[in-house]
RNA sequence: GGCGGGAUAGCCAAGUGGUAAGGCCGAGGUCUGCAAAACCUCUAUCGCGGGUUCGAUUCCCGCUCCCGCCUCCA
C-alpha cells in the first residue's frame, strides 16, 4: 500500500497520512452554507476533498467522511425572509441544487451530511461545557462568547499572534459588538433579534441561535469523536473559521482536535478573483451554457495543484475538452486489445496492488495530492504505450489507468452514439461512401459539403466511416 | 502594519543543486482521392540584482510586481 503523504497547515510540512485508529481515516469537511447556488471555486475545494478520498481509497484506506451544510446564518435568514421562505423550505432548495451538481461533477457523496439546525443540543452542550470551564461568557443580551484570551494556544493554525487581532486591520468595522470582552472573542451563541424572524432557539441563555463556528466543532465531535484524522476546507477558512473550531474543541474536551489540516488554495478567474460585479462566478449551470460539461470543469479543476492558486479560463475548459478525448481515445485502444470489457468498477480497483505503467501517475496523488503531476504522468505513459516503446500487461495497464481515472475522478467521454444522427444527414453519408468506393469524386464531395451544411462532419475509417455533430 | 502564497514557453501548468513533465494552440512530417482521426518531430535557459557552489531555475540576501487572509467568503 503506497503511503499517503500530505501538506498539513498547522507544521506547515508534508507529513504522512495514516488512520490514527489503525483501519480508518476519519475526516471532516467545511460544507456550503446554502443560500445560492455554489460556485466553481467552492467545487475547487469540493473536487480536491474528492479526488484526496479517492486516492486513500484507492491505496486501500476506509474512509468516514463527514461534510457539513450550513443551514442557518445571517445570509440564510436574510434571503429565505427576502423570499417569503420558511428557513427550511428556502435551504432544503438550494441543498437539493447542491447535491445535483455535486453528483454531476461525480462527487463520491460523504458518509454523513449533517446540518446545523439538526444539532442544535449538541451545540449548546458545547457552550455549557466551555462556560464551565471558564473559556466563555455571557454578555447583557444574552449572547455567549468564547474568551480567546483564555485559550493560550489560539493563533496556532493561522499563525497569526492574537496581539495583531485588532479590530479595523482591514478598514471595516463592525461596531455593532460592544459586548464582547475582547475584539478577538466571537459569537458561540447570538441572542435572538427581530430580524431573525422565527429562527430562533430557546437556551439555558435565552432565545437565540448558534454561531457559525460552533456547527463544526459539535458534529466533528458527533461524527468523529474529539480526536481525528484530518479537517478540510478552502484556505479562506483558516482564519477564523477553523482557528475558531480548534479553541472551541480543544477547550472543551481538553484532547488534541484534527491531527492534519488540509487546505485548499482559491480559485482566481482570468487572473484576478472571482466577484459578483465582475460577473465572473461561474456556476455549473452557467458553463453548460456556454457548452462545457461538468466533467471539463473537474478536469480544469484537478488541472492545477491544490496549494496553488489556480487561474480558470473558458481556455482552460477547451483544453480540458481535448485533452479528456486523448484520454478517451487511449482508453478505447486499450479497451479494443482487451477485446471490449466493460468499464471496472471503483470497487474493483479500490488497493489494487500493480497499476503498470500508469503506477508513477498515481504515485504523484500519493505525494501531497499532485494532481497536474499525475496528469502529466499520465499521458506520458500514454506515449509509450501507443509507440509500443512500453511491452507489458495490456490487462495490468488498463486497470492501471482507470485508477488513476477513478482517483481523479474523471468520467471519460463515450464516442457519440450514431442513433441520434437525423435519417436524412445518414443518407447522405451512406451515398457518399458509395460515391467514393465508385471513385466518383465529384459525388462524393457534393455528399459530404450537403452534411457539413447540415452541421456534421465524416470521418472515414478503413472499412467504413463514422459521422459526428460538427 | 501583521501573516501567508506566487512570478517557468502564445495560453494553462508540474518539477529539480547538474543545463526544464504534461495539456492546449502553432509549425513540419507519415497516412489519406478530399476531409478528419491517429501517430512522429519541433517550439522556454525558469521576474530583476547580488551571494554561496565546480555548477542554481532550484539554497541565501535585497528589489520589483501580483494575489490571498487579518470581518460568519471554498
Redesign the pocket.
Known sequence: MPTLRLHDTLT?EVRELAPLDGKTLRFYC?G??VYGPAHI??F??FVLQDVFRRTAELSGMATLHVRNITDV??KTIRDSQAQGLTLEEFTNYWSDRFHTDCARLNLLPPHHEPSAIDHIPQQIALIEQLIEKGHAYQSEDGSVYFNVPSFPGYGCL????TR??R?G????V?SDEYDKDSVAD??LW?ARKTEDGANWWPSPWGEGRP??HLECSAMCRQYLGDTFDLHS?????????HENEIAQSVASSGQPFAAHWFH?????VD????SKSLGNLHTLDDLETHGHSPMETRYALV???Y?????F?F??L??AR??M??LS??EQFLREQLGQPLAPSYEDLLGLEDRGIFEPAFLALSQDL?T??A???T??AL?GL??GTAPGDIRRDWLGLHAVLSALGLILPEPEAASDVPAEVLALAEQRWQA?QAKN?AE??AC?ARVTELGWI????KDGYEVSKS
Open positions: 506547515r467545511c456550503p452554507t471555486g467552492n475547487r475545494t446564518d445571517d493561522s499563525h497569526l499572534d495583531e487581532l479590530t486591520a482591514s478598514g471595516a463592525d466571537f459569537a447570538k454561531g457559525w476546507g478552502g484556505i479562506d477558512l483558516i482564519f477564523p473559521h485548499i488554495a482559491h480559485l482566481m487572473g484576478g478573483k472571482m488541472s492545477g495543484h496549494r496553488q492558486p489556480l487561474n479560463t481556455q482552460s477547451s483544453d481535448k485533452a478525448e486523448k481515445k487511449a499532485n497536474p503531476d496528469l502529466g504522468k499521458f506520458s506515449r501507443k509507440s467514393k469524386w462524393a464531395d459530404r465524416i470521418k472515414d475509417g
